[in-house]
């Protein structure tokens, strides 16, 4: 139906021989949505989809969420920009999963590049199922059943900071108050135990010492980035990335400045609480 070539030993693959401008039959998007579960993060280049094809390839996962603090596509809330220029850069650096700081975060995002940097400007996945595998089992014990706090405010910190940041976003704060989440969760789909704590919207770790927390906590943020546990992916215009949320981590590498990058970003809605 498609080639699938990974791209790195623990995820990340290469999509090719299909056209995500026209509308999928049901086999194609469910042979695409299990090289999602397979791979994780999954790349497809050369799509010069519309607003309306990129919405259209979304929905065929689910429902979509919208997000409180971006710009968006005129005419379509679900699209958020996510765009850094010389005279407003980036502020997002840490890794991360999307909207953790929502009771459902989403299943997965699909993100189109539009504009990107004649060179830099790289994307950095890694798998929190290998993260998971990766940690020694007195210490899978010990997470498995500890609860951590995810955070709006926290991850938008820089934000709320700029003048005028706090009114800007007081409906965000207002609407987004701190979550919690298990440490470790199951995957509803592939029932693989996933790590589930990033250092953007991650607190702190309930019936912990703050001291306590935060030295474990440290030690996971340094663990997702083990490279074994990673790939790397370079964007180029009508490049498309598709990702579960639920089991992956990622970061934008921000060596480009002050070059021009804009994507457009569409989440899709998670089924449950994690």
Request: hydrophobic share 40%; with cysteine; glycine share 6%.
């Amino acid at each position: 139906m498609f080639d699938v070539r990974p791209l790195a030993g623990a995820l990340g693959a290469e999509i090719h021989g299909i056209d995500l401008c026209r509308e999928l039959g049901a086999d194609e998007i469910a042979a695409v949505r299990a090289a999602l579960l397979e791979h994780e993060v999954i790349f497809f280049r050369d799509q010069d989809v519309t607003p309306a094809q990129q919405k259209a390839l979304a929905l065929s996962f689910g429902a979509l969420q919208t997000h409180p603090a971006y710009d968006t596509v005129e005419g379509f809330p679900e699209i958020t920009i996510l765009e850094s220029t010389a005279e407003k850069p980036t502020k997002i650096e840490a890794w991360h999963s999307d909207m953790t700081f929502r009771q459902h975060p989403p299943m997965a995002t699909v993100l189109r590049a539009m504009i990107v940097p004649e060179r830099g400007g790289d994307t950095l996945w890694s798998s929190m199922t290998a993260a998971y595998a990766g940690l020694s089992k007195p210490m899978r014990e010990f997470l498995d059943g500890l609860t951590a706090v995810h955070s709006f405010s926290h991850g938008f910190k820089e934000s709320l900071a700029e003048p005028g940041g706090q009114e800007r976003l007081a409906s965000a704060v207002a609407a987004n108050p701190p979550v919690r989440h298990p440490v470790i969760h199951t995957h509803p789909e592939t029932g693989r135990k996933v790590l589930f704590v990033n250092s953007l919207f991650t607190t702190h770790i309930e019936g912990l010492s703050r001291a306590e927390s935060n030295a474990i906590l440290e030690l996971l943020f340094k663990h997702v980035t083990t490279p074994e546990y990673t790939c790397r992916f370079k964007w180029q215009p009508n490049s498309i990335a598709i990702w579960d949320n639920r089991s992956t981590q990622h970061k934008p590498i921000n060596d480009y400045f002050p070059a021009h990058r804009r994507l457009q970003r569409i989440t899709i809605d998670g089924d449950q609480p994690y």
